[in-house]
C-alpha cells in the first residue's frame, strides 16, 4: 500500500486483525495486503501491537486459570463407548438406518474501497448423520 493509507483501510484493516494476528486468514492476497497496510500505517502498525500483547496476556491468564485434571477412567470410558459404536456399525443393515442432511450456507461480503468493489462469496457444507444409538 501507499504511504497515504485511507481512514477506510485502517477500519477495514483493523476490522480483520484478530485473523491476521492469529494466522488465520487463508486468502494470501488478503493476508498480504494487511501486512503491507501495517508496513506503511504507523498507527494500526502500533495498534497491531498492542492487540498481539493483549491476546499475549489473555492466552497467559486462561492457560493458568483452566486448567482441569482429567479423572484417570475417562480414557477406558472413552475406549469402551468407542468399541461399542464400532460393534453396532458393523451389525447388518446399519448404514441403512442413518440419516443424512446436507446444510449449505452462503455468504457474501460486498467491499468498496476507493471506488472499486469487490464481492466475495463464501460457500460452507455441513454434513450431518444420525446414527441409530
Do not use: W
Request: net charge negative; aromatic share 6%; with cysteine.
Amino acid at each position: 500500500m501507499s504511504s497515504e493509507v485511507s481512514p477506510l483501510a485502517c477500519r477495514t484493516v483493523m476490522a480483520a486483525i484478530h485473523p491476521f494476528i492469529d494466522n488465520e486468514i487463508e486468502d494470501s492476497a488478503v493476508f498480504n495486503a494487511i501486512a503491507f497496510h501495517l508496513q506503511g500505517c504507523p498507527a494500526c502498525a502500533e495498534r497491531t501491537e498492542r492487540e498481539r500483547k493483549h491476546i499475549a496476556v489473555l492466552r497467559e491468564l486462561l492457560s493458568r486459570s483452566c486448567v482441569e485434571v482429567t479423572p484417570l477412567d475417562v480414557e477406558e470410558r472413552i475406549i469402551l463407548q468407542i468399541q461399542g459404536i464400532a460393534a453396532q456399525m458393523q451389525a447388518p443393515g446399519f448404514f441403512e438406518r442413518t440419516t443424512t442432511q446436507v446444510f449449505s450456507q452462503y455468504r457474501k461480503t460486498e467491499i468498496t474501497i476507493d471506488g472499486e468493489t469487490t464481492i466475495e462469496i463464501e460457500e460452507s457444507h455441513e454434513i450431518r448423520r444420525d446414527f441409530p444409538f
